[in-house]
Structures are given as structure tokens and as C-alpha cells.
């Protein structure tokens, strides 16, 4: 009996998830335990696997497609078995869907049935973080007939131009963007079909709906136009593309979009002499700008305004509601402290001349931690309405930068390992959470949080806590500095850090007894080793 695979959830924070790639194909045997694709979250890339086996009989996400938590996703069962039950099942509950849609949309003006045998291509989420895309080269012109497979057209993402392949067969009936037009994910991007078929009433609704919406925000309202498909398909919205400078959309060649930018014109002053009065080279190479008003005795800025909107990703997202919820929940205070650094300088110098071990300042730093946290559970606490949890055993997560945030992988039972043990798995953590390799578990169950921008040249900053951690320690840069050692004036090697504590769970005569204990482990690392 077949099965349906849905969308997992890999992640408590998961709501939707990108197929970054599919390792099985329609028609591939599958065996319990086999990996079927790596899924794309808010935090993380992960191998997906099958709890059954079976024939891979149905993709239902493409690679690179986004789908909600619970979309169907594939579906496993016997060789040559009979499926349309269940694609009728989920077609059907579009088609209803559609309908609802159809009634509640078809008294709105712009409304538009798709013939039958046409599909919209709308703009291609080509990578995780997509949210805008810009056509770079059109690969087939209107009137061109398409076979699936064929390259449509070169699409520039934020990571790269990549080519975007037909999904369809047919004839290229209209073309949506022209080249070096930038449009949002899930925009109209083309309209393929049977030879002949009138897509005149499609693509007027389209540039009329791009009118609407640029008159109507100026009123601060919104109208989006819907096309009803009769295919059992979803409605979708029909984005306009629009200029960051203007209200109206401008047509320029990606060389002369480059040349602009380069130096520093203003597209929308510039008149194009291309086609649709797209703007081309020659246009910029010939453009004048304005002098600055000498000649009238009227002063006129040189400088002109400019913003940009990027669309939030999912981790950025989640990162922004856990911060918020800490920083406004848990009463934050901050003790700063300075620690003398040559004994640990040393030190380490001394440990790595040991055959294959390198260790860092940070694990020191983290194996200090955590065995401080040993004599001091109040700061290794969680609060909870009713009660406060001491835990007994260590785990300390360790901040790690990524392109789009920031993740904290956790060294389970810290105190218990050796630097060596502690800096390996450090090392492996950074450069999976980099490729997005990290799994929710390797990112959950910190007892207590450390952040080091010292490698960044930072001498001393503050963190919000990682709740339902009661405590964070910011670590700062080793700088070079003049001290008092014995009554003479010497140069030092200091390092600042700073403990965030909430003070429901730390007090800060508490706070202060760990520092200090902290202050003897990293002032005298060998202690660490009896």
C-alpha cells in the first residue's frame, strides 16, 4: 500500500522547508532507512530519510521549490502501483479550494481565466536565501517553441546567475520581465502554450494589476490581481516588479545597470533609447548629470536618497523573536571583568608543541567555563514560573557567525572533556554550521551560552542571553597594554569579559563568586588539568 511522505518538521522553529536536493528518483527502489533528500530549514541542511520502503512513485517538491510543514512531499508504495486515488485526493482539495477562490475573486476587476493547456511561470526561488531574482539573458524569444528541459533563460539570484529550465513543452506565448529586470520571487516571469492560443487578456490583467498597485500605494493601499487557474491549481498572487527610485518599472540592460551603479547615476534620470525606452550603455556613456545649479545661483544636492527592502529569511526571523522574547522577559545585568592573559598565552604555546593538538584561547575559555559552572550551578539554571532548575551537568553552546545569523551548536558534558576534545569538536561545529550541516539536536539542550568577537578585534561587548540559559559570556580581544604587576608599571596582555545574568536566577553576588572562580582557571589554565 502506498504511503504519502509529507514535509517533516526537523526543527521546533520549522515552518516551512526548501528541497535542496533529491538523492532518489521517480522509479528508484527504496529501503527503509535509505536518505530521499536534504531539506533546507530556518537553521540547518539536513539528510531526510525514509521510514518506508518501496518504489519512489511521486515528487511532489521540486529541488529548490518551497513548501509549508505537511505538503506532500513524495509518495512511496509498490512498483506499478496505482496512485491517482491519492493525487486526486490532494487534487481535489485544490480544485475546491480554487473554486472558493473563483466565487470570492470573480466580481474583482482584472480577473482572468487561463486557457486550457497554459501554464504561468512565475520567478524561480534558485536558492535558500532567494527572495528577488533578475533576468540576466532570455535564452528564447516569444513565438520560440519549448521542450521540458530546455533553458529558459539565466536568472541572477543573490548567490549567483543560474539557468532555469522548462518545466513545460509548448510555445513561449509571452514573456513577463525583460533582461536586467528584477521581479520577487513567485512574480509572472512567462505564459508557455499551444501555438496561437490568445494570452492578450492574461498579460493585460498583469500589467494592469503592476498600474493598480503603483497608484494604489500611494494611498498606502494594496490590490493584488489573481489568476483563476482551471487546472485544479492554487490561485497565485501576481507580484509587479518596481523600481527602488521610482514608482514606474525601468527597463535597463544588465552592462548599463552595471555602468550606472558604478558611477553613481540615478537610473530613473536617464532616458532610455532602446526598445520600450529601455536604457543601454550608450545612454549612460552620454548621460549628463546635472551640475549642481552654479549657474542659476541655485545651490542643488548632489547626493540622492536611496533605500532597500530585503525580505527576512526564516532563521533571521526566529533569531529576531527568541532575542526579543529574552531581552524583554528576562531582567538583564551585566558584570564586566578583566583578566590577565600571560599565564594562558603560555600555556597554550606550551600545549600545542604536543604532536597533532592545536588549541585555542576559546577553548579555553569554554573548558574554564564550564568547569566553573560545576561550583557555581545558579548561573548553569533555567527559570521556570513555579521553580528554578540547578543542572547538574554542563552544556555549553558556542555562538558561531553564519551568513545569515547566528546558530550556537552545544559541547555536551564540557567539563568532562580534554582541550583537545573540546577545540576538534568547536572546529567541526563552525565549519558545518557554515555549510548548514548542523542538526537541531547538535543545536539544542545549552545549559549556558559564550560568544567570543575577539577574533574580530573587539576589546569588550554585551549579549542577550540564550534563554532558557541564565547566563552568556561575551569574550573580548587579548590587547597589548600598560598594567601595574608588583608596584612597577608593566605591559600586559588583558583580555575584558562581560557576564550577562538574569536576574531572577543570578544574583549578583552570585554572578561574581563565578567570575572569580573563572578568574583562576583562565589566570592559571594548569589548574584545569589536576
Not at 136 to 162: F, N, P, R, S
Not at 396 to 406: I, M, N, R, S
Not at 487 to 510: I, P, W, Y
Request: hydrophobic share 40%; proline share 4%.
Amino acid at each position: 500500500m502506498a504511503e504519502v511522505i509529507n514535509m517533516p518538521r526537523l526543527s521546533d522553529t520549522m515552518e516551512e522547508g526548501v528541497v535542496a536536493t533529491w538523492l532518489k528518483q521517480v522509479g528508484d527502489t527504496i529501503e527503509e532507512g535509505d536518505i530521499l533528500a536534504e531539506i533546507e530549514t530556518d537553521k540547518a541542511t539536513m539528510e531526510f530519510e525514509s521510514f518506508y520502503e518501496g518504489t519512489l512513485l511521486h515528487i511532489g517538491i521540486k529541488e529548490g521549490e518551497t513548501a509549508p510543514v505537511d505538503s506532500l512531499l513524495a509518495i512511496v508504495g509498490e512498483k506499478g502501483e496505482d496512485i491517482s486515488a491519492l493525487l486526486a485526493g490532494e487534487s481535489s482539495k485544490e480544485v475546491e479550494e480554487t473554486k472558493e477562490e473563483t466565487v470570492n475573486t470573480s466580481t474583482q476587476e482584472g480577473t482572468v481565466e487561463i486557457p486550457e493547456g497554459v501554464e504561468v511561470i512565475t520567478m524561480p526561488r534558485l536558492s535558500d536565501t532567494m527572495t528577488d531574482g533578475t533576468v540576466a539573458t532570455w535564452l528564447k524569444q516569444v513565438g520560440d517553441t519549448v521542450e521540458e528541459g530546455d533553458i529558459l533563460a539565466e536568472i541572477e539570484t543573490d548567490k549567483a546567475t543560474m539557468e532555469f529550465e522548462s518545466f513545460y513543452e509548448g510555445t513561449l506565448l509571452y514573456v513577463g520581465l525583460q533582461e536586467g529586470d528584477s521581479a520577487p520571487v513567485d512574480s509572472i516571469l512567462a505564459i508557455i502554450g499551444p501555438k496561437g492560443t490568445d494570452v492578450t487578456n492574461l498579460a493585460a490583467n498583469y500589467v494592469k494589476a503592476d498600474a493598480q498597485e503603483a497608484s494604489s500605494e500611494n494611498n498606502e493601499k494594496k490590490t493584488v490581481a489573481k489568476t483563476v487557474v482551471s487546472s485544479g491549481k492554487k490561485n497565485q498572487d501576481v507580484k509587479p516588479v518596481k523600481s527602488f527610485t521610482s514608482s514606474e518599472r525601468i527597463f535597463v540592460s544588465p552592462l548599463a545597470k552595471k555602468m550606472a551603479e558604478e558611477k553613481g547615476y540615478n537610473l530613473s534620470k536617464i532616458s532610455g533609447s532602446g526598445e520600450n525606452g529601455r536604457i543601454v550603455k550608450k545612454d549612460v556613456e552620454n548621460y549628463q548629470p546635472a551640475s549642481g545649479g552654479a549657474s542659476t545661483g541655485v545651490f542643488v544636492p548632489s547626493g540622492e536618497e536611496s533605500t532597500e527592502d530585503i525580505a527576512n529569511s526564516q532563521m533571521r526571523k526566529v533569531i529576531a523573536r527568541r532575542l526579543g522574547e529574552s531581552k524583554f522577559t528576562a531582567p538583564h545585568y551585566y558584570l564586566n571583568v578583566e583578566f590577565n592573559m600571560e599565564n594562558a598565552i603560555a600555556f597554550r604555546k606550551q600545549f600545542n608543541t604536543l604532536p597533532e593538538v592545536k588549541i585555542s584561547f576559546n577553548d579555553i575559555i569554554v573548558k574554564a567555563s564550564a568547569l566553573a559552572l560545576k561550583k557555581h550551578p545558579q548561573v548553569n539554571s533555567q527559570w521556570f514560573d513555579d521553580r528554578i532548575q540547578l543542572n547538574h551537568h554542563v552544556h555549553v553552546g558556542v555562538a558561531v557567525a553564519v551568513e545569515d545569523g547566528l546558530v550556537v551548536p552545544v559541547v555536551e558534558f564540557t567539563n568532562e572533556k580534554s582541550l583537545p576534545q573540546i577545540g576538534a569538536e568547536v572546529k567541526d561545529y563552525v565549519v558545518r554550521a557554515r555549510q548548514k550541516k548542523l542538526t537541531p539536536q547538535e543545536m539544542d539542550g545549552s545549559t549556558f551560552t559564550i560568544s567570543n568577537l575577539g577574533m574580530f578585534g573587539i576589546e569588550s561587548f554585551t549579549s542577550i542571553i540564550n534563554q532558557p540559559n541564565s547566563a552568556i559570556l561575551s569574550v573580548g580581544a587579548i590587547i597589548e597594554k600598560p598594567i601595574v604587576k608588583n608596584g612597577q608599571l608593566a605591559v600586559g596582555n588583558m583580555m575584558k569579559l562581560t557576564l550577562a545574568c538574569d536576574h531572577r536566577t543570578v544574583d549578583g553576588a552570585t554572578g561574581a563568586q563565578f567570575l572569580q572562580t573563572l578568574k583562576e582557571y583562565i589566570e592559571n589554565p594548569v589548574t584545569m588539568l589536576v
